[in-house]
């Protein structure tokens, strides 16, 4: 059996605004920009080299998602993105003025440090360790 996310949903503000940011701070590749109806498309974006999973941008359409929008889960650190050098992505993400609300620091699991998205999401950018059993960045999957 075999079975993967393949998607992550994230409710943003406007399609356009989360398209730049992404693409232009986090150097993104935009994957698809598909009109679906008058308000809704689907637009998936993806880190360069991702193959397993990319996030699904996903405009707040009632007061509600609003309200979710950049506090997805409770202010908790929502997404993980790993790197194969975290003082580049680091420095780059430094450089284009990303807010970074926890500093560098060396863990068990690797080097981390908490920044936020456009809306105040925070994510984890993580150089895994190398005798980190638990995450694997370079593991591939058997499909």
Request: glycine share 4%; with cysteine.
């Amino acid at each position: 059996m075999y079975q993967r996310i393949a998607h992550i949903a994230l409710v943003v503000k406007d399609y356009d605004e989360a398209i730049d940011f992404y693409t232009k701070k986090l150097d993104f590749d935009l994957i698809e920009d598909t009109q679906l109806n008058e308000t809704k498309r689907w637009v998936m974006l993806a880190p360069k080299g991702a193959k397993e999973c990319c996030l699904l941008l996903a405009r707040a359409a009632n007061e509600e998602q609003i309200k979710s929008i950049g506090n997805q889960t409770g202010g908790r650190v929502f997404l993980f993105l790993f790197t194969d050098n975290f003082e580049r992505d680091y420095n780059k993400l430094v450089e284009r003025q990303i807010n970074f609300v926890r500093h560098p620091q060396k863990q068990e699991h690797g080097m981390v440090a908490v920044f936020e998205d456009l809306y105040g999401n925070l994510w984890d950018l993580i150089e895994p360790s190398s005798n980190n059993k638990g995450i694997n960045f370079n593991k591939s999957v058997q499909s």
